[in-house]
Structure formats: C-alpha cells, structure tokens
Nanobody
Framework: QVQLVESGGGLVQAGGSLRLSCAAS????????MGWHRQAPGKQRELVAS???????TYEDSVKGRFTISRDDAKNTVYLQMNSLKPEDTAVYYC???????????????WGQGTQVTVSS
C-alpha cells in the first residue's frame, strides 16, 4: 500500500504564509512527478504547482511569485511554501505523486486526503 499524508493547512490572514507538506509512505520504489492541486467551493479542481524528478517546476499563473514547490526525495516528501496569501487562495489542497509501487510493479498516481487552507480578509 502507498499513502500520501498532508499537513500544514489552517487559517491565516491575508498577506500571511503557510507551508504544506505531503509525505509518501509504503511500498515505494521510485517517485516521478509530484505536485499540488486545489479545489475551492463550487469550482473545479485546478493544478497549483508541480515538480519533476529533476526539480523542474510549473505554477498556475495566479500563484507565480508567491508559491514555491520543492521536494525532498530522501523523505519522499513534497512541500508547498505559500506566501502573500489572498482570500482567493482559500481551498482544499491535495497533493499527488506518480509512484512506482513495489508490490504492483507499476506506476500510478496517488493522492492525499486534502488539507483545508482558509485565508481571511
């Protein structure tokens, strides 16, 4: 089994910062792309940021310059540093990872359970 466990969400005032973490555990042989999506009430889930195995990054336009994604492969963990938060960043944030499962011997996408981020104005 493979699990992704997120932490770091919460309530913050506009202009504040939060750091999300997502740790993968279980039967993991290798991890390729990792990233974060978010879903606000009444809206579709959208990609916020992603990072490849060689640490190339992509960001959704509205978070460029404010959010930074990083990864620690020794810990099978991906991070999302969120600065200058705005009320429109309020959403449930989900991490994902493309993982080579050691039991199934195949690559699959795995998702975390989601963590709430609320930015008050």
């Amino acid at each position: 089994q493979v699990q992704l466990v997120e932490s770091g969400g919460g309530l913050v005032q506009a202009g504040g910062s939060l750091r999300l973490s997502c740790a993968a555990s279980g039967s993991i042989v290798d991890i390729s792309n990792m990233g974060w999506h978010r879903q606000a009430p009444g809206k579709q889930r959208e990609l916020v940021a992603s990072i490849t195995i060689d640490s190339s990054t992509t960001y959704e336009d509205s978070v460029k310059g404010r959010f930074t994604i990083s990864r620690d492969d020794a810990k099978n963990t991906v991070y999302l540093q969120m600065n200058s938060l705005k009320p429109e960043d309020t959403a449930v944030y989900y991490c994902y990872a493309n993982i080579l499962n050691g039991q199934r011997l195949r690559w699959s996408d795995y998702w975390g359970q989601g963590t709430q981020v609320t930015v008050s104005s």
